[in-house]
Nanobody
Framework: EQLVVESGGGLVQPGGSLRLSCVAS????????IAWFRQAPGKEREGAFI????????YYIDSAKGRFTISRDSVKNTVYLQMNAPQPKDTAVYYC?????????????????????????????WGQGTQVTVSA
């Protein structure tokens, strides 16, 4: 059963753009913190981006700041990852993950980082992954 489904992956040229989508079924995405993890060939899966519930605060790993943007569309129950100017090092399988919000208080970036790290083993839902390949 797939309650979280990613799409939008594929081949993209360096300097191009790509938008990944994470669509939730059976639950309201706005009640969950949503993260994107990625796993490059031969490497461990790592948390890269997160958007909070309910106020859509965001945290990005340093290498993605200014290039990637995570956003939420509550009406469509979808979270997006906009990838601008991707580089070959961004090649990986990208996974969407969700964890239920415990409280409605806003989370600053340092606490969002902690949530992101905790989701590697504590996420409630995982998508199946979508392959992103950055190559000329």
């Amino acid at each position: 059963e797939q309650l979280v489904v990613e799409s939008g992956g594929g081949l993209v040229q360096p300097g191009g753009s790509l938008r990944l989508s994470c669509v939730a079924s059976g639950f309201t995405l706005d009640r969950y913190h949503i993260a994107w993890f990625r796993q490059a060939p031969g490497k461990e899966r790592e948390g890269a981006f997160i958007i909070s519930s309910p106020d859509s605060r965001t945290y990005y790993i340093d290498s993605a700041k200014g290039r990637f943007t995570i956003s939420r569309d509550s009406v469509k129950n979808t979270v997006y990852l906009q990838m601008n100017a991707p580089q070959p090092k961004d090649t990986a399988v990208y996974y969407c993950a969700a964890v239920l919000r415990k409280r409605r208080a806003s989370l600053p970036p340092d606490k969002l980082r902690v949530v992101l790290y905790s989701m590697k083993t504590g996420a409630d839902y995982w998508g199946q992954g979508t392959q992103v390949t950055v190559s000329a």
